[in-house]
């Protein structure tokens, strides 16, 4: 305790201590009490509430809530519904026990991620610019791209599957859907932005209402999710990486890191921001087991095992499960593409703007950072009318962009790794074993996935 000068004598200052955390927490509560002498007051220390002291903690932990929230959750977009539809429809629960080691996955990577951006205060792609060189930025980037763009078509596609469910056409809602995210990210600053994107992800809370309306074999499900089983079709590898694509995939990562860097969050908060991963993660594959234990319980129990799409799927739940269960399907699905269909361009501008060095983030302008908003504006415009386009599959694409998730995540992962390894860069925050096993193991297994897939293109295998 330190002392003052004031206008009635010294008096005590006020001393501060640091938590575990690192935020600032008062050691002592003056109060006044009456003075020993000349009527003066002085004040003298009462020990603050236990209760009082985790009050600061609460709020730095919201105040640090909102990448990993959204990130785990754009998850779940429109081809990746459809994706888990499929699966449902076509294995049953026979995919329960894959999602917990997709689980323990998502959260490791994703606190990478996170770790990354909070120590360097960079997104992926600039670090890969500054510390691998220039060319393997533009590699990288190119590929994200490539990704990207496809998915986002498929976001497009996926709100006008959600919306024509409720009577809107593709012909209003695609352009309809460009300019509210537009006007939203040009409009406002990140943590606005980041407010709605967090809304979005509400509404997955209505697929687990139609778990529940479906009345599955809970049995069944427990008995899945504990004991693996292998498919033995050809087409299960197929869906299999796909599945795995669609829950772990190169946007979510690259949109959390460089969320978290524009943030601002401190390292002093690593606790918390490992904490949101966590639950995030948790969360958003909740959400995937309901949709599987749905259609599993509905779809597959009643032989119907072509489903290629999630407005077909919510279509055929009103005979099976009734109309509410269809219209909480669809909700959930216009959530979730509204969602991803929104943080895709911003990741993708992220990436090429960190690539070439320039100005970015949602807090800029777009005369600050042009290439920022012209790359985000130009996705928008790109997925609202090419699903417009007489003749477009959006079959081929959601299934196709889900698989180039699972081919090119392990590209996304290795630079993740390379430079998550690197002492001089994150010091004592540098990679632990946990985080190298399950990046590397995740990497293998896909690359080895893709492997088969191609042998079975050319009917090798």
Known sequence: MT?????GGIAPERSVALDPAGTEEDEEEFTSGPAPTGGRRHRHAVPRPLRRRRLPRL??????????????????????????????????????WALVLITVAVIVIQE??????????????????????????????????????????????????????????????????GIVLGWLVLRSRYARVERVFIAMGAVFAAYAVTAFLAHPNWGEVGRNTIIPSLGHSPGFVLLLVAFVGTSITSYMQLYLQSAVAEKGTQASDIGYVRFEVIISGIFANLVVACILITTAATLHAHGITDVTSAQQAARALSPLAGAGARYLFAVGLL????????????????????????????????????LFYAVFVGLLVAGGIVVLVPGFNLITVLIATQV?????????????????????????????????????????????????ILLQTVGLF
Do not use: C
């Not at 670090?127 to 497009?156: D, H, K, M, P, Q």
């Not at 991803?340 to 005369?367: D, H, K, M, Q, Y």
């Not at 590209?411 to 399950?438: D, Y």
């Open 404 to 452: 180039a998730e699972g081919i090119l995540l392990p590209i996304t992962l290795s630079f993740m790794l390379r430079l998550g390894n690197r002492r001089q860069l994150m010091g004592a925050r540098a990679n632990g074993w946990l985080s190298n096993l399950a990046g590397g193991t995740t990497a293998v297994i896909l690359t080895l996935l893709t492997l088969v």
């Open 112 to 177: 990478m991620a996170a770790r990354l951006g909070l120590v360097t205060g960079k997104g992926l792609m600039a670090l890969v610019r500054e510390e691998l060189g220039v060319r393997w930025a533009l590699v990288a980037a190119s590929v994200v791209i490539l990704a990207n763009a496809g998915t986002t078509i498929a976001e497009f596609a996926g709100v006008g599957a959600a919306l024509e469910l409720f009577g809107l056409p593709p012909e209003l809602s695609a352009p309809l859907t």
């Open 3 to 7: 002392l003052r000068h004031d206008s």
């Open 59 to 96: 709020w730095r932990l919201l105040a640090v809530l909102g990448p990993g929230l959204i990130a785990a959750n754009a998850g779940n977009d429109a081809g990746g519904i459809a994706t888990y539809s499929q699966a449902g429809a076509q294995t049953g629960y026979g995919l329960l």
């Open 335 to 370: 959530g979730a593409s509204l969602l991803a269909a929104g943080v895709l361009p911003i990741s993708t501008a992220f990436v090429v703007t960190e690539a070439f060095g320039t100005e970015r983030g949602v807090s800029t302008s777009p005369r600050e950072a042009p």
